[in-house]
Structure formats: C-alpha cells, structure tokens
C-alpha cells in the first residue's frame, strides 16, 4: 500500500460523498425524513437527514476497494461502525430508548474488541473493558457534538486526517487508508452542511464517525506498545473536543439540577455562539481546537513531546476549558415568585 492508495482513497470519498448526499437530500424530502424545529433546534425550517449515509458510504467503499487483503486488520471497526450507521438511521426514523441503543452500542464495540483492539492502559485484562467502555463513550461523545451546523463536520475533517497521518507512521496502513477516506468524506459532505445547513447528518452520521474514530485511536494504540502514557493520550487527544464538549455538558446539567440525558443548548458550540460567534466561526473554532489535539498526538507519535506530558497538558487544558464554559449563562435564569398582599 503505497501513496497513490491513499490520495485514490481521499479523492473517491470526496467525489463519492459530495455526489450521493444532494441525492440522498431529496430522498429524504420525498420520504419526508426531516429534523423539524422545536425545543432546543436553532433551525427554522425542517431539514432533512440521511447525509451520514452518504459518509459512511464515500467512507467504507473506498476503503475496502484500496486496502485489499490489509482490511481484515479494520474488519472489526467497518462491521461496528457500519451496524453504528444503520443503528442511528432507525433511530433517526423512529427514536429508540437509550438501553436499546446502548446495548446495541456495546456489541458494536465488542467485535472491535474481539478483532484485536484493546489498549494497553494498565496492561492487564481489565483494558479489554476499558477500551469497551471508552468506545462507547467516545461514539456517543461525538454524538452529542452533532449540535450545530457544520461543528461535527469540521471536526471530522481535521481530526480524521490528524488520526491518519498518525496511524501511516505507526506503521497502520488500513487504518490511516479509513481514515484518509472519512476526512474527505467529511468534507464532502461540508458543501452541504455548512450554515446554512441543507441536510443534516443525522445519529447515523455522527455515530458512524464517533465509532470510526475512537476505535481507529484505540487500534493505533494498540499497535503502539505498552504504556499508560501512550494509550491516555493515544485515546484522549483524537477525541478531544467531543470529550471536552461532554463534560461541559454534564457538569453544567448537574449543577443545575437539570436531566443529564435530556437535549439542551448547552454545549461548547452554543456557548461559543453565546459570546458572539457566528454558526460558521463556531465550527471553525471546534475545528482549529481538534486540530491543536491532533498535531499534539501526531508529535507525540513522532516521538517529539512525551506522551505523559502531552496527555497531562491536555487534561488541564479540559479542565481549564470545562470550568470556564460554565462561566456562559445558557439556561435561563428563575426568577423567585412575588407574593402579593391585599389590603383588608
């Protein structure tokens, strides 16, 4: 697998995913398959879904195309994250209840664990359940991040191609090919995404790619050898921003006494666009953030910054960056009732 495969890889994503999603947009219109305004949703008009099909499809069809005999060593990340595709498009037609798409969830990561993915946190057999759970997390982290027109999308694009540059070093060809053809096709899908969005992504969209990346990290980890500094920040920094953007979320939830599982417009891109950030300038900053993330991973899988150091300074600048988020007023403020007395 040489350099050809790749550049072939990214410009089929790219074609393929900005070809099938104004395809996909009016099928969607005709089977009417919208996310309509209400509640929490900033749109104004109903906007349709099914473009995370059109990612997954620019994503893995390249991908098996070029890897050849070497995508065995992803089989269990295309089988999670594709089951992570079709899981979120029946949830996006008709919501599902959280133990259902969790237990779903679950499976998915264990057939990325049984395929051989298993950080090596504390190198004993307790990572198989750590690499289980933090997939799961990681795929309902980047979930959540699916808030704000454009903010996943960008992400995807910067971090993806981050995560693949570091996984052709490490010596993973299959898995900086998937990931050198979810960027692009992340960025296809951009021509459309972008505020004002004219589709959405959709669960099955913003799952399919939470699952892609936590577990390629996870795999490049794998690969990486022994140590705890490696697998934390091997894990931590490709999914920096969605993991950030939860904790703000939950912290923020539970001090206000408000349902942790509930929608809100309390996340980092609401909070940006709170201080005076447009839409666009939002994704931008969530973009140019996991890209700071990725090149600290990229540097640390050159072996220019340790990797204990890089995982420490990237959790005290998500604890800087968690606290203060939650400086930015976002639910409104109850204002005590007034008793009033009548005069006899």
């Given at each position: ?38 509640g929490h ?9 099914l ?40 949830d ?13 969830q ?20 307790l990572?198989?359940v750590?690499?289980?759970l ?8 980047f ?9 996943l999308?960008g ?39 972008w505020?004002?969005a ?26 990486a ?6 697998a934390?920040?091997g894990l ?6 969605a ?29 940006l666009?709170r201080?005076?950030?447009?839409k ?13 993330a990725?090149?600290?991973h990229?540097?640390?899988?050159l072996?220019w ?6 995982a ?10 968690v606290v ?21």
């Amino acid at each position: 697998m040489n350099g050809n495969a790749a550049l072939a890889t990214a410009i089929s994503a790219f074609a393929g995913c900005a070809a099938a999603t104004p395809v996909l947009r009016r099928l969607a219109l005709r089977w009417e398959l919208t996310d309509r305004p209400g509640g929490h949703k900033s749109h104004r008009r109903p906007t349709p879904y099914l473009g995370g099909i059109a990612i997954m499809l620019a994503t893995v069809v390249p991908s098996l195309a070029f890897a050849g005999p070497a995508a065995m060593r992803i089989a269990g990340i295309l089988v999670g994250a594709v089951a992570m595709a079709l899981l979120g498009l029946i949830d996006d037609v008709a919501p599902l209840p959280p133990p259902t798409r969790l237990a779903v969830q679950g499976l998915a990561a264990g057939v990325a664990v049984m395929s051989g993915i298993v950080a090596p946190v504390t190198g004993g057999r307790l990572d198989i359940v750590i690499t289980l759970l933090w997939i799961v997390v990681a795929t309902n982290s980047f979930n959540l991040l699916d808030n704000m027109d454009g903010a996943l999308g960008g992400v995807t694009v910067v971090g993806a191609a981050l995560l693949s540059a570091a996984a052709f070093i490490s010596g993973q060809p299959a898995t900086g090919l998937l990931l050198a053809a979810l960027s692009p096709a992340a960025l296809g899908f951009l021509l459309y995404n972008w505020a004002p969005a004219r589709i959405f992504m959709g669960d099955a969209g913003s799952l399919f790619i939470g699952f892609t990346l936590a577990s390629s990290a996870a795999l490049v980890v794998t690969g990486a050898g022994a140590g705890t500094g490696i697998a934390v920040a091997g894990l931590l920094l490709p999914t920096f921003v969605a993991t950030v953007d939860t904790a703000i979320v939950l912290l923020s939830r539970r001090r206000a006494g408000r349902p942790l599982l509930q929608g809100g417009s309390d996340h980092l891109s609401h909070r940006l666009h709170r201080l005076g950030l447009g839409k666009r300038l939002t994704a931008l900053a969530l973009a140019a953030l996991a890209g700071a993330a990725g090149l600290l991973h990229l540097a640390t899988t050159l072996g220019w910054v340790a990797p204990a150091a890089a995982a420490a300074g990237a959790g005290a600048v998500a604890c800087v960056v968690v606290v203060l988020a939650q400086r930015v007023r976002v639910y409104p403020s109850i204002r005590p009732k007034t008793s009033i007395r009548v005069r006899r």
